[in-house]
């Protein structure tokens, strides 16, 4: 399966998965507003008719009462049409939910029919002593009927709770079910996502910590990137593992051409300076003061030529691991006394003050190899300091103690180091804009190198107000089985 289909189906599988709990609550809510509209509906309908009943009742009452008292035939069609009235309206009760409470009052409202039917016979007889007596019977037919109207009302509401109280179970249940239900997409969706974050993710962590690692110089494609994956993945390791060995076979090549240029280059180097020399010594008195320039300079450009071949060989060496070197025990001061040898006649011509200071914490001896240490390394970075502090400067060389290690610092008070090329100092033939007068970019590659082969290590420092570039180098003071390196 390709990353987008992967990609495709999580997401998918994830969409699907946060659907259910949501169709579910929809489901749940569209209950509830069935059961909350009926329910309202036949609650507000049976209150009404409720209502309507106990006025009637009222409004009964009082025709009675007054057609016994005058005899109206009015009061009585009105008496017997209010009696019709509330029969209708308990016939709507009967059909409704409420029916089974509504049945207490079916015997109240016959009592009462049958009572008003005495109550008019006699009047018709004109015995009215006997409808008076007949009225008072009717009382407490009334007074009972407004009791069972009362509980009438407290059955619907009692009901009426009882769907609230229904309603609410499926709320709650349904409030759980949806709360479990996230719960357990958002657990499944998460372990979904980790997933296929790992599954894509954890091969490019690698493929991008191999890729560091041949920008770093290590031209091996690692064994456990996933080479047999079928996506883009895959094919991207394949590519990767192609590449790192074409990249591989291109630095053999390289190293191999560097070092092979680089030995027959002395040759007609060493040529060239011996017979400039020759023409020196046998054409002395001839010369004139233009041709001695000339031969000079020929000598001169020899000497950087076979400075730089020298240094590219070194190079090819130490890329090569057969770099060899001398680790001897040595007096700090020595190292100190032999680096200012080399430089003290250069810096009194420039100007230029040399400071040493070899503080209390310095161990008084080292095990190193001297010649790379003084001239190679630290010699490196005093002639760098020298051709980029100006007339009446000053460079400052350091020696102190940490712990189990020596550090060397070198200071000067020159321009200093764009802050654009200090990440980049230390890289093969990369010049910054202070030394792309002289030198191919080697120097402080080399110095990393024998810095690194004796367990040490070399930085540029932050930049410091008063000085322009401080480069520390520390080193153990016992390195670790040197005849091996």
Request: aromatic residues 6%; charged residues 25%; glycine residues 6%.
């Amino acid at each position: 399966m390709t990353v987008r289909k992967q990609l495709i189906t999580t997401f998918a599988a994830v969409a699907v998965l946060m659907l259910l709990p949501g169709l579910y609550a929809a489901s749940r809510l569209s209950e509830l507003r069935r059961i909350a509209v009926e329910r309202r509906s036949r609650q507000a309908a049976a209150t009404l008719t409720v209502g309507r009943l106990q006025t009637a009742l009222a409004e009964l009452n009082r025709y009675e009462r007054s057609y016994v008292a005058t005899g109206g035939q009015g009061l009585r069609t009105a008496a017997e049409h209010t009696v019709e009235q509330m029969d209708d309206e308990l016939d709507s009760l009967r059909t409704s939910p409420y029916a089974h409470p509504a049945r207490t009052m079916n015997p109240m409202l016959d009592s009462i029919a049958v009572q008003a039917r005495i109550i008019h016979r006699y009047m018709d007889q004109g015995q009215l002593e006997q409808a008076t007596d007949a009225f008072a019977r009717l009382d407490p037919l009334f007074m009972e009927s407004h009791r069972r109207l009362h509980a009438l009302a407290d059955s619907i509401d009692q009901l009426a709770q009882a769907d609230f109280r229904r309603a609410e179970a499926i709320s709650s249940a349904a409030r759980s079910a949806t709360l479990v239900g996230v719960a357990v997409v958002l657990a499944v969706s998460l372990l979904l996502a980790g997933w296929t974050t790992r599954t894509l993710t954890d091969p490019l962590r690698r493929l991008a910590a191999a890729t560091a690692s041949v920008a770093g110089g290590d031209l091996e494609a690692p064994e456990d990137l996933p080479y047999e994956r079928r996506d883009e993945i895959g094919a991207l390791s394949k590519s990767f593992r192609s590449m790192t060995r074409q990249l591989a076979e291109l630095d053999r090549m390289k190293a191999e051409f560097v070092g092979v240029a680089s030995h027959e280059l002395k040759t007609p180097l060493n040529v060239i300076n011996g017979y400039a020399a020759l023409i020196e010594e046998e054409m002395e008195s001839e010369l004139t003061h233009h041709q001695r320039q000339i031969l000079d300079g020929i000598a001169e450009q020899t000497r950087v030529m076979s400075r730089l071949v020298s240094r590219l060989m070194d190079i090819s060496r130490l890329e090569a691991g057969t770099y060899r070197m001398e680790f001897e025990r040595v007096h700090v001061q020595d190292l100190m006394t032999g680096l200012l040898r080399s430089f003290d006649i250069l810096a009194k011509a420039e100007g230029i003050e040399i400071r040493p200071d070899i503080g209390e914490t310095a161990p008084e001896t080292i095990v190193v190899d001297v010649d790379i240490i003084r001239d190679e390394v630290l010699g490196n970075l005093v002639g760098n300091a020298l051709r980029h502090t100006p007339r009446g400067g000053w460079i400052s060389v350091e020696i102190w103690g940490s712990g189990d290690d020596v550090i060397f610092q070198v200071s000067d008070s020159g321009p200093g180091i764009p802050e654009e090329h200090r990440p980049f100092i230390f890289e093969k033939y990369y010049q910054a804009e202070r030394s792309r007068a002289v030198g191919a970019g080697l120097g402080l590659a080399i110095a990393r190198e024998m810095v690194a082969a004796h367990g040490g290590s070399i930085a540029l420092e932050a930049a410091v107000a008063g000085r322009g570039a401080t480069f520390r180098v520390t080193l153990p003071c016992e390195p670790d089985t040197p005849a091996d390196r």
